[in-house]
């Protein structure tokens, strides 16, 4: 029997971005930028199997919420059992571009950070249009949109809508990925 994570790349390779999780070096990379002791809200765009939502639970304070937004049922289902009494944590099985709809019923309006793993170059153009758009918005004015991709290819979207502040190759994680620390750009410069 495959790992969920194998299983789900084969069955929707569309919205799982690789075959292998991701390295401890990827994500001490993607956790650099985030500041813990102030962060109130991070929200993380397919967790998949939980690998970045362990290291942000094992650094965030309790009273930080986590927000995971999953388009897997199967990966909701296992994020829900693994992470259930955990406080703050809240597992939405829905899309990227609509995250400020669940973050209103939580009494929240924006985000501090957003780490980010979906495959842009698998998704529509329009869609990663949308969901780029989206985040703009739901970021706060100074905070961080962290993306790790395997490409550069789709720097150009990504800089529609959001100032690049870091880039980094990761070599050690399989395949290689860039993480991208990027701070949206004022709404009328989009």
């Given amino acids: 029997m495959l790992p969920p994570f194998v299983e789900e790349f084969f069955r929707n390779p569309a919205t799982v971005g690789s075959l292998v999780p991701s ?3 990827l994500t001490d990379k993607v956790m650099e930028p985030i500041d813990f ?9 397919g967790p998949g199997t939980g690998v970045f939502t362990d290291m942000l639970l094992a650094r965030r ?13 199967r990966f909701c289902k296992l994020l829900r059992e693994r992470y259930a009494g955990q406080p703050n944590v809240h597992v939405i099985l829905g899309s990227a571009d609509k995250t400020a709809d669940y973050l209103r019923p939580l009494g929240l309006t924006r985000a501090d950070y957003v780490v980010c793993g979906l495959p842009f170059s698998s998704l529509s153009r329009r869609l990663g249009w949308r969901i780029l758009e989206h985040t703009q918005h739901v970021l706060q ?10 490409s550069l290819q789709n720097t150009r979207l990504f800089e529609r809508f959001f100032s690049l502040r870091h880039q980094e190759h990761v070599l050690l ?18």
């Fill in 37 to 45: 002791a102030t962060a109130t809200c991070i929200v993380e765009y």
């Fill in 61 to 73: 304070r309790a009273e930080t919420v986590v927000v995971l937004v999953e388009v897997s049922e």
């Fill in 173 to 190: 994680n399989l395949p290689p990925a860039y993480v991208l620390v990027y701070e949206p750009k004022p709404e009328s410069a989009a």
């Fill in 23 to 25: 390295s401890r070096d």
């Fill in 141 to 150: 004015p100074d905070g961080k949109l962290i993306l790790f991709q395997y």
